[in-house]
């Protein structure tokens, strides 16, 4: 008879393979466990450390992966052993992938609370020679230098320690990918300007950065030259950035260009909100020879004087007579003062030819007949015409141009200088049909707003109230808000809309009682609005009783 063993060989393999499995299981899994438990008590790892143990992990796996299959599958086929090596890699892949399905997220950087935040990510090496922890240091001592050389509502720092962009990108023509991380970036810190660079060295061991700036384009929707990503003159560094003498100077010439830039910033936000006497102090300084914003800054210096002439403007619009002409002949010299083939040379000319508009309708302005100048207004439209088809113009500055044309157009209609032929409708449907870009909106509202006073001089009130009511649904700031509802109000009073015409003249003046107290309006404003609608309303009440 045969000698058969009490011991089935079949179920000892069976356990011994269970046990095993079992074991590289645990073996697979604890190391990425212990990882993720590392990172959800806080200590998040950063990516590089955190490759090297998983990597170091699995070296430690395939040894003992190499062992268990030597020992315990030599006798099997090569298809088993094949099969366990891919069993065990799945089993690895599996708590790897499990680890980073459940890393925590990055903790949040920390946001700024300032109006025009500075955030400094840092310095990139051209090469691999430059000492990161160096390019560090220099973004720290910078974001500290800046402290105190700019606005008082705006705060600087470092995040060289906290983030990585692509700055290498810079080095090319197409860097949209590090757009993307960057816009990103500011939206997650509430920063406005974000200032990095790149650090080279030539074979002479000259070192040199060449800075660079990102600007939301929310923040300066009238100066799209300065959003993005743009680069600055390269800066040399004397000695390189082990010496104190280089560094010292590369902090001061950097300070003193994104000074500048946070400064240019504050003047456009502050003559946009209403304030445009503070506005033209801080472009004058800015346009001192003493500042040496030069050709090395980042804001050209023929950008500055055009929002010099703007902001100077917009004071005119407060005053009459001597003191309005004044104040537009000043805006003219500093718009004709710009070069025609600078990169502002077209806006300048643009700027002169609304300038021109304003001045031709004299001292007290409107667009009465027999006082304006007829013949100037006609050589402005035609030069308006020209620069809204002018290719080389951007297609922001021909919807200004069309804009522009709008109200003249309008107000020589309204001189009965020339018959109304359709020209004021065709100008507003070409900026209400344009696609969206970055500033479009606020013309869109203009555009709208000339719209209403070219029907409420038709006397078509239904089609003005129809326009205004777009014109404010495009938010404009607080004032116009104001000054639109207050058309409203006066239209719908001349059609016996009461009730709208009180709601709409209660919002003109909680509007002027906001930008009263932001210093954009002043209380005389709301008086005269309040009692010449209290006086508009008792005359409406009189003249729809009697039409009952």
């Known amino acids: 008879m045969p000698n058969h063993s009490t011991e089935n060989p079949a179920d000892g393999d069976s356990g011994v393979s269970l046990w095993l499995w ?20 806080g200590s998040a790892l950063p990516l590089v450390p955190l490759t090297l143990a998983i990597l170091a992990a699995l070296a430690g796996y395939v040894v003992a992966v190499r062992v268990v299959v030597a020992e315990k599958f030599a006798q099997r086929s090569r298809r088993s052993r094949i099969l366990v090596w891919l069993a065990a890699a799945g089993l690895f892949l599996g708590s790897v992938a499990v680890l980073f399905a459940f ?16 955030a400094v990510v840092g310095f990139t090496g051209h090469d691999e020679h430059q000492d990161k922890r160096v390019l560090t240091d220099v973004a720290v001592d910078f974001a500290h230098a800046m402290t105190g050389r700019i606005p008082a ?11 990585s962009l692509p700055l290498a990108e ?3 023509s197409h860097h949209s990918g590090l757009e993307r991380k960057t816009a990103r970036f500011a939206d997650e810190t509430n920063a406005e300007i974000v200032v990095g660079g790149l650090i080279s060295s030539d074979p002479a061991s000259q070192t040199t950065l060449q800075p660079a700036v990102y600007v939301r384009a929310d923040q300066i929707p009238d100066a799209p030259e300065l959003a993005d990503w743009f680069r600055g003159k390269p800066l040399p560094v004397s000695g390189g950035l082990a010496s104190k003498e280089g560094r010292d100077q590369l902090r001061s010439d950097l300070t003193r260009q994104i000074s500048t ?56 619009a407060g005053e009459t007579g001597t003191g309005r002409q004044k104040l537009l002949e000043a805006a003219r010299a500093d718009y004709l003062a710009i070069s025609k083939d600078s990169p502002a040379g077209r806006r300048a000319a643009l700027s002169l030819q609304f ?8 001292p007290t302005p409107n667009c009465k007949p027999g006082t304006v100048r007829a013949g100037e207004l006609a050589q402005i439209a035609q030069a308006l015409r020209a620069l809204a088809k002018d290719p080389e113009f951007t297609e922001l500055g021909r919807l200004k141009a069309t804009v522009n044309l709008a109200q003249v157009e309008n107000c020589r209609i309204t001189a009965q200088l020339v018959r109304d032929d359709g020209r004021v409708e065709r100008a507003v449907a070409v ?46 700031n607080l004032v116009e808000q104001a000054i639109w509802n207050g058309f409203l109000a006066r239209w719908s009073l001349a059609r016996c809309d009461l009730e709208t015409g009180r709601t709409a003249q209660q919002e003109a003046l909680s509007l002027l009682d906001a930008a009263e107290q932001a210093g954009r309006a002043s209380s005389k404003l709301r008086r005269h609005y309040e009692q010449d609608f209290a006086a508009k309303l008792r005359k409406a009440k009189k003249h729809c009783g009697r039409a009952r």
Request: charged share 20%.
């Open 431 to 476: 900026v209400s049909e344009a696609p969206d870009l970055t500033g479009s909106d606020e013309l869109r509202a203009l555009a709208e707003s000339i719209a209403a006073l070219h029907a409420a001089g038709k006397g078509d009130l239904a089609a003005a109230i129809r326009h205004i009511r777009a014109a404010i649904a495009h938010r404009p």
């Open 355 to 362: 300038n021109a508009y304003l001045r031709a309708l004299g």
């Open 170 to 172: 810079l080095q090319g």
């Open 103 to 118: 890393r925590p997220p990055p903790p949040p950087l920390p946001r700024m609370s300032g109006t025009r935040d500075v």
């Open 261 to 316: 830039l946070a400064e240019f910033v504050d003047a456009l936000d502050t003559w946009r909100n209403g304030s445009p006497a503070k506005a033209t102090r801080i472009l004058q300084h800015l346009l001192d020879p003493k500042q040496q914003v030069g050709t090395g800054g980042f804001v050209p210096p023929e950008l500055i004087r055009l929002f010099h002439g703007h902001a100077a403007e917009v004071q005119a």
């Open 153 to 163: 509502a705006t705060s600087v720092r470092s995040y060289a320690d906290k983030v």
């Open 22 to 41: 079992s074991l590289l299981g645990v073996f697979a899994a604890c190391v990425p466990c212990a990882l993720l438990v590392t990172e959800k008590s």
